[in-house]
């Protein structure tokens, strides 16, 4: 069975950084490219990063880039965000997702998310 | 603000069919497929339509979706209780690189 476990969620200062984790299970790690997407409390959807399965390729919206930053270990099968210079409108729970095998720009599964709190 | 325009909110009866719509640009759902994900409170989003049409194994065929230009649409018919949640669609965005969704569709079941 895939699954996907974030972690390192917690609560920070503006303008602090924290490091999230995404631990993967169950299928080849390796081979696939992987994503952050967010939600802000009550609102909708926001893709944050991909990288390819490599870690040679990434990429951001404009609203992280130059503060977040997108990494892997496949040896320890583990997706990474590490977000800088934090703001209160970076408030929400971060989703990991695989993509699809099926639509390699779908998103399936998801996991259960990790909570980030900015605020002082 | 949202790329892709959802309605914030859909509504029908048990048994009923509803659609959702969602409008994008020739950068996005003009010219790659749409998705739709279906989230319940407190729950991560789940796949539910991709390649457009395409329902992944388990998804009921209740579910439908179809795209025409810039603009697509998810149908539910045999409208059932358990399918309140929300609904976002999503699409690659050129320009980006990456992925953009709709704002989300609450669909309530009267």
């Known amino acids: 069975e895939v699954q996907l476990l974030e972690s390192g969620g917690r609560l920070v200062q503006p303008g602090g950084s924290l490091r999230l984790s995404c631990a993967a299970s169950?299928?080849?790690?390796?081979?696939?490219?992987m994503s952050w997407v967010r939600q802000a409390p009550g609102k909708g959807l926001e893709w944050v990063s991909t990288?390819?399965?490599?870690?040679?390729?990434?990429y951001y919206p404009p609203s992280v880039k130059g503060r977040f930053t997108i990494s892997r270990d496949n040896s320890k099968n583990t997706l990474y965000l590490q977000m800088n210079s934090l703001r209160a409108e970076d408030t929400a729970i971060y989703y990991c997702?695989?993509?699809?095998?099926?639509?390699?720009?779908?998103?399936?599964?998801w996991g259960q998310g990790a909570l980030v709190t900015v605020s002082s | 603000q949202s790329v892709l325009t959802q309605p914030p909110s859909a509504s029908g009866t048990p048994g009923q069919r509803v659609t959702i719509s969602c409008s994008g640009s020739?950068?996005?759902?003009?010219?790659?497929?749409v998705k739709w994900y279906q989230q319940f409170p407190g729950t991560a989003p789940k796949l539910l339509i991709y390649?457009?049409?395409q329902r992944p194994s388990g998804v009921p065929d209740r579910f439908s979706g179809s795209k025409s230009g810039t603009s697509a649409s998810l149908a539910i018919s045999g409208l059932q209780s358990e399918d309140e949640a929300h609904y976002y669609c999503?699409?690659?965005?050129?320009?980006?690189?990456?992925?953009?969704f709709g704002g989300g569709t609450k669909l309530t079941v009267l």
């Open positions: 997702a695989a993509p699809y095998y099926y639509d390699s720009r779908a998103f399936d599964p």
């Open positions: 169950g299928f080849a790690f390796n081979n696939y490219a």
């Open positions: 990288i390819n399965n490599v870690g040679t390729s990434t």
């Open positions: 020739s950068s996005n759902i003009g010219s790659n497929t």
């Open positions: 390649s457009n049409n």
């Open positions: 999503a699409a690659w965005e050129d320009s980006l690189n990456g992925v953009v």
